[in-house]
């Protein structure tokens, strides 16, 4: 006797969903010499699953699919808004801003070559942003190119063919980010070693994290000065966390009266420690440790609601404990403790003073790590519905056939860079735990592409064995290749970057996670996941901005020949 499952359309959608997500995640871990498809296997096997189901006449539900699809772009989106948020504008400072230029030329010689393809062949418009993201390893792209397709009148067949598309082109797209290293490592015969010796020589002269150095006061005019009097201390940048007075440490409050013959150990930017050096005296090489002293130093976690957003300045309770801040760490980069500087959740601080005013300090500033590790779901929430308003706000741009949106993929990314930046407003904290937020971007980009999979399966083997698939996958290695390797090559040449932060650079331009792990492979320096993460948040800010005004502009040229 036969034993049968009546299934709803809902319990087959989400086995459907399940399956593509548990068997593409193990198959996108299958690694050929640390090079694999990973989360990109979800979508080659939402393919095979919608080929199955289509050859066994199982139909989904459309408009449940639709919603699937778009619920898991928006939470991959903003998760990465959040992740990148914080860092996002400093990002273009110092080598970042010669980085962001780079990947910015990458990005539009990538458009460039999509309008040439488009200007000598036919190929559909769906299929070619299609391709363009899968070239690029894009997935959030094409959410928005797929989206912005169905707002222009496309019909849902012919945006099932971007997903064709991009599965054609998305396996080149990595091994073409690979070649374009290849090459340029050949053609100018670099030797990695020596590019690790000259970019620890370069950032040994200009690290991240905040210099110290310790300086002997013997500027008569400052004798008998409040420490807080002294021209560009505390609040330019600098700041001084130890004092040793008398063979005794203090805490050098502003408060402290400063003597010739005092010393001062000094934090901060090294070009403002240069300068301060030269109002108060001169550097020592004695060193100022707590260590056997009555003083301390610890770092503390800013979690208490009552003071984010608040300056130093305001935090009144700090020096009245008797402790200074020397440092204040964000989102993994440290900033000087200035009177201005606020607190935000998950700030690490600094703070150096005796054991017990450290620990009235603690109370105040929460140190609490567990709620680190907590989701804050209202914020979560508030901030996702702020970002599907800002997407859906028309924006009228000349020469457009019709208004530009952000969409449900550029409005919530948008809106959680913003957010995450802003950190804290009203009861509302934009803080993420690490874990939390792979977790939650993890889930949303499976979802999609397993949608983007089975809906684009029923057609794709046909389409890549008896139809155009191999010929849009050659336009996919022309939109991956040409831009990475001018651009590269022309970095190389005339911009003298570092070949592993330029290895960087190709693999953030692309947002592509494998091409990074080869290039950290190369070389434990670290310098390509610098690099890539100073470009990260422009480029897929981009990345999602641009498949929509293609689409916009090359749909009113269509409609405009006819």
């Not at 110290?212 to 700041?239: H, K, T, W, Y």
């Not at 901060?268 to 260590?291: C, F, Q």
């Not at 550029?410 to 977790?439: D, E, Q, S, V």
Request: charged share 15%; net charge neutral.
């Amino acid at each position: 006797m036969a034993l049968s499952l009546p299934l709803s359309d809902i319990a087959v959608t989400t086995l459907a969903l399940t399956l593509a997500g548990a068997f593409g995640l193990l198959f996108g871990k299958l690694q050929i010499r640390k090079i694999g498809l990973g989360i990109g296997g979800v979508l080659f096997s939402g393919i095979l699953v919608g080929h199955l189901a289509s050859r066994a006449g199982i139909e989904f539900d459309g408009e449940v699919m639709h919603f699937v699809r778009e619920l898991g772009l928006i939470l991959f989106v903003y998760t990465i808004g959040i992740q990148v948020g914080p860092s996002f504008f400093s990002s273009f400072a110092k080598s970042g801003l010669k980085f962001n230029l780079a990947a910015i030329a990458i990005v539009l010689g990538g458009v460039a070559v999509t309008l040439a393809i488009w200007a000598i062949t036919d190929l559909p418009l769906p299929v070619l942003v299609g391709v363009m993201s899968g070239a690029v390893t894009n997935t959030p792209g094409l959410g928005a190119a797929q989206q912005v397709l169905g707002d222009a009148g496309f019909p849902a067949s012919e945006v099932a063919n971007s997903g064709m598309g991009y599965a054609m082109a998305y396996p080149f797209g990595i091994l073409g980010i690979l070649t374009a290293m290849f090459v340029i490592r050949a053609l100018f015969r670099i030797v990695v070693a020596d590019e690790e010796a000259a970019y620890k020589a370069e950032t040994r002269s200009g690290e991240e994290a905040l210099p110290s150095i310790n300086v002997e006061v013997m500027n008569a005019n400052l004798d008998g000065l409040r420490l807080g009097d002294v021209p560009d201390l505390f609040d330019q940048g600098v700041v001084a966390s130890r004092m040793k007075k008398a063979g005794e440490l203090v805490v050098p409050t502003r408060d402290v009266i400063v003597h010739v013959g005092d010393c001062l150990h000094l934090v901060g930017p090294k070009d403002k420690l240069l300068a301060m050096k030269l109002i108060l005296g001169r550097e020592i090489d004695a060193a100022l440790t707590t260590k056997g002293t009555k003083l301390t130093w610890t770092r503390l976690v800013v979690t208490k609601e009552r003071v984010l957003g608040k300056s130093l300045r305001e935090l009144a309770f700090l020096e009245g404990h008797g402790v200074t801040v020397s440092r204040i760490n964000r989102a993994g980069v440290e900033l000087p403790a200035q009177a201005s500087s606020t607190l935000a959740f998950g700030d690490i601080v600094t703070v150096v003073g005796a054991q017990a005013d450290i620990d009235a300090v603690a109370s105040q500033l929460g140190n609490e790590n567990a709620r680190l590790q907590e989701v804050q779901f209202p914020a979560l929430f508030f901030g996702i519905a702020l970002g599907v308003l800002l997407g859906s706000i028309p924006l009228a741009v000349p020469g457009l056939p019709a208004p530009l949106k952000l969409g449900l993929a550029g409005g919530p990314l948008m809106a959680a860079i913003l957010l995450g930046r802003l950190g804290h407003w009203g009861p509302f904290t934009w803080y993420m735990p690490p874990a939390a937020n792979h977790a939650l971007r993890e889930f949303g980009i499976v979802l999609f592409l397993a949608v983007v999979g089975i809906v684009a399966g029923d057609r794709f083997f046909e389409t890549l064995l008896h139809g155009d698939g191999l010929l849009w996958m050659g336009y996919g290695i022309l939109i991956t290749v040409l831009p990475l390797l001018l651009v590269g090559i022309l970095a190389r040449i005339f911009g003298k970057f570092n070949y592993l932060s330029l290895c960087g650079v190709l693999a953030g331009s692309m947002t592509d996670p494998p091409a990074l792990a080869f290039a950290v492979s190369m070389s434990p320096t670290g310098a390509a996941s610098v690099a890539y993460v100073s470009v990260y948040p422009l480029v897929m800010f981009l990345r999602i901005l641009v498949p929509q005004i293609l689409v916009l502009v090359l749909a009113g040229i269509g409609a405009g020949a006819f």
